[in-house]
């Protein structure tokens, strides 16, 4: 088996999207002077598709979040003809490949990215030609069901934020998680306006349900050790990404606070984690396998992090993440983004593919006799989607 042509398109949302809201979500933009949208640069109203086919026919899907544009060049002129007339179960070896030959301007970010898409099509290949689920190539399965969380509850009115936590609680999720709507330059005021919104949650959801805290890197380390006392009695699970990826000493300092200290969406390669992990940042990690490296790239993360048993709940879900999660005793949850109008983006992934498994009573499950990721694209409805292809 041979791959023979990569194919990379994106799709522009041109559908209806909910209109920015005032204290919406806090973010890395937030200790900028802004006008407008602060949160306008990490809206992803874009999704990758990229398709590896081999010369029997099969078609792995990979994909890609994170500036797709750019995602797409690369893998157009760097990376393509690097896997083009390769093995794909030499993933290994292709993985590297792609590393060590874009080293010098690919190790993070946009570069890393699309070694991902690419990565995740291979491993969809090889499920496919074994005629097995990518978790089944991975382990197997490690747990009966995956439960997982809401992840939505964006910073809103108190009313609106306890009616949508009492949905969650009527559909049996067990955990959900909130983002933050104020920051350092809201002052004492916004801390107030944030401890109402998590002390209004728990009065909906009482404390036998877990609640996790989201700040999107639009703290700063002064600032959220002023909160980390304030936010303690309320028991969160984790408080996510309190301060900007590369303050890996703040992370350290905030998790020697008492209240766990998540985070990872933004980091990359084994390397990346290996830091955080040796200075002691981070009680749970949370790639995301489109971001990180890839499959190939999360199962070494996983294995570090289970040698240091600090647990991996992947980012956002989705099929490239449950596979991982399915097959690691040390990814204990997943994250699960409600199927809603389009907002930041990350639910675009539900109109781009068919396939990712619905929640029952706060779990979802995997078919054991559906091979590769389960993934197709959703050709017949991409009419809101304009094609760069």
Not at 102 to 129: E, H, N, P, Q, Y
Not at 326 to 353: K, Q, R, T
Request: charged share 25%; with cysteine.
């Amino acid at each position: 088996m041979k791959i023979t042509k990569v194919r990379t398109r994106v799709l522009q949302w041109k559908g209806k999207t909910v209109p920015p809201q005032p204290n919406f979500c806090t973010n890395a933009s937030d200790a900028l002077y802004e006008r407008g949208d602060a949160m306008g640069s990490f809206r992803f109203h874009e999704w990758l598709v990229c398709e590896v086919e081999t010369d029997d026919g099969l078609v792995g899907i990979g994909n890609a979040a994170l500036a797709p544009q750019l995602v797409k060049h690369t893998i157009d002129l760097y990376l393509a003809p690097l896997v083009i007339g390769e093995d794909p179960f030499d993933y290994a070896y292709l993985w590297e490949k792609m590393y060590r030959r874009t080293l010098a301007w690919g190790r993070k970010g946009v570069g890393m990215t699309a070694i991902s898409a690419l990565d995740i099509a291979i491993w969809d290949l090889m499920g496919k030609a074994a005629g097995k689920p990518v978790f089944k190539l991975l382990g197997g399965r490690t747990k009966e069901k995956i439960p997982v969380y809401a992840s939505k509850l964006y910073s809103d009115s108190i009313d609106a934020m306890q009616a949508e936590a009492q949905s969650y609680v009527d559909q049996g999720f067990s955990m959900m998680k909130m983002r933050f709507g104020w920051g350092p330059k809201d002052g004492p005021q916004g801390m107030r306006e944030n401890i109402r919104r998590v002390e209004a949650l728990r009065e909906v959801i009482g404390y036998d349900r877990d609640l996790m805290l989201e700040c999107y890197m639009g703290w700063n380390l002064d600032y959220a050790k002023r909160m980390i006392p304030r936010l303690a009695p309320f028991d969160p699970r984790w408080l996510e990404e309190p301060v900007i990826a590369d303050d890996l000493h703040g992370y350290a300092e905030l998790n020697a606070m008492g209240v766990p200290i998540s985070g990872g969406e933004h980091e990359f390669t084994l390397f990346g984690f290996r830091q955080l992990l040796d200075l002691g940042a981070v009680s749970v990690i949370q790639y995301d396998t489109n971001r990180v490296g890839g499959i190939t790239a999360a199962q070494k993360i996983n294995a570090l992090a289970e040698a240091y048993q600090v647990p991996v709940v992947p980012h956002a879900g989705q099929m490239h993440n449950y596979h991982l999660t399915m097959a690691n005793v040390n990814c204990p949850i997943s994250e699960f983004f409600p199927v809603h109008d389009v907002e930041i983006g990350n639910e675009l992934f539900y109109y781009v593919f068919r396939g990712d498994p619905e929640p029952e009573n706060g779990f979802i499950d995997l078919d054991d006799a559906k091979p590769g990721l389960g993934l197709e694209v959703a050709e017949d409805t991409l009419g809101d989607f304009a094609v760069i292809g």
